[in-house]
């Protein structure tokens, strides 16, 4: 029987909802909306790799370099120490530190790809573990972009040995799949989500696609522990309403939504 080559992605728990972890050369797309735990899963990931003796690429868009480190840091995982050993880089986006070597001057995706293939050179030989953290933030003004932008980088990326994280921001109302790049190219989707149940907010993990693999379908109720850092509860039974909104709001959002991309479309194509 065919064996896929799994990645251990650090988080108790997920690896066995994954079939094992995430197959070697795949690229995920990790959605949800702000706070879910997109970066902190992210983490783990590169955390994860470095233990296991693979390099560290991570492209941060919404937070410094110095932010990465320091919630990194909050559960244990020792980026500074892999950056200097020459593990892991951190990219970071718009700083503007001059002469940083590590910064995107702007969000553009040939600029992305070049830096990202320039700190897989400078690693070296072996897999290394890339984030993308945010893939969205390339494509903030032209959205009709963002599925051709994700391709690009996908294709692109498979040619070296790495293993691809891509997280996306939604909103809340656009959380129902219209005009998203990464999912559509992705081998695989996992969807973080959060929810105020009884008085208190709650994050869920979901993974909804992963070819090549047989994938646990519930729903897994997940928090994030200081020290520790993301942690599988365990299995939700999902009551009606809980994270879905009442059917009659849903089709009005959606409407507006779908009114709003239209327009989008029709602007980026002016
Ligand atoms: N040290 C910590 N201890 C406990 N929870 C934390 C800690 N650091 C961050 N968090 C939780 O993680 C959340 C941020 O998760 P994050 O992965 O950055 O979200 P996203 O990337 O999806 O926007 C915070 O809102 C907070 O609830
Ligand atoms: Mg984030």
Do not use: C
Request: hydrophobic share 40%; glycine share 10%; aromatic share 8%.
């Amino acid at each position: 029987m065919y064996e896929v080559e799994r990645l251990d992605i650090g988080i108790k728990g997920l690896n066995e909802i994954l079939g094992g972890g995430i197959p070697r050369g795949f690229t995920i797309a990790v959605v949800g909306e702000p706070g879910t735990g997109k970066t902190i899963f992210s983490l783990h990931f590169i955390s994860a790799g470095i233990s296991s003796g693979e390099k560290g690429i991570y492209v941060t868009t919404e937070e410094s370099r110095e932010s990465i480190v320091k919630q990194a840091e909050m559960f244990n995982f020792k980026f500074r120490d892999a950056i200097e050993r020459g593990d892991l880089i951190i990219i970071d986006a718009l700083m503007e530190e001059k002469g940083d070597p590590w910064s995107l001057r702007e969000l553009d995706v040939d600029e992305l790809l070049s830096k990202i293939i320039e700190a897989k050179k400078t690693l070296g030989y072996g897999h290394a573990r890339v984030v993308i953290d945010s893939m969205s933030a390339f494509w903030l003004d032209k959205p009709a972009m963002a599925r051709r932008y994700s391709y690009t980088v996908k294709r692109v990326l498979s040619r070296w040995d790495v293993t691809v994280v891509m997280t996306s921001q939604y909103a809340v109302t656009t959380s129902l799949g219209f005009g998203f790049g990464i999912e559509h190219v992705a081998d695989g989707i996992i969807r973080f989500r959060k929810a105020v149940i009884g008085g208190s907010l709650k994050r869920f993990l979901v993974v909804e696609k992963m070819r090549q693999t047989d994938h646990d379908k519930r729903v897994f109720e997940i928090d994030i522990v200081d020290g520790k850092g993301m942690v599988i509860i365990g299995p939700y039974t999902v009551s009606r309403g809980d994270l879905s909104l009442p059917f009659s709001v849903l089709a009005r959002i959606l409407e507006s939504e779908i009114k709003k991309e239209r327009e989008l479309l029709r602007n980026s194509s002016e």
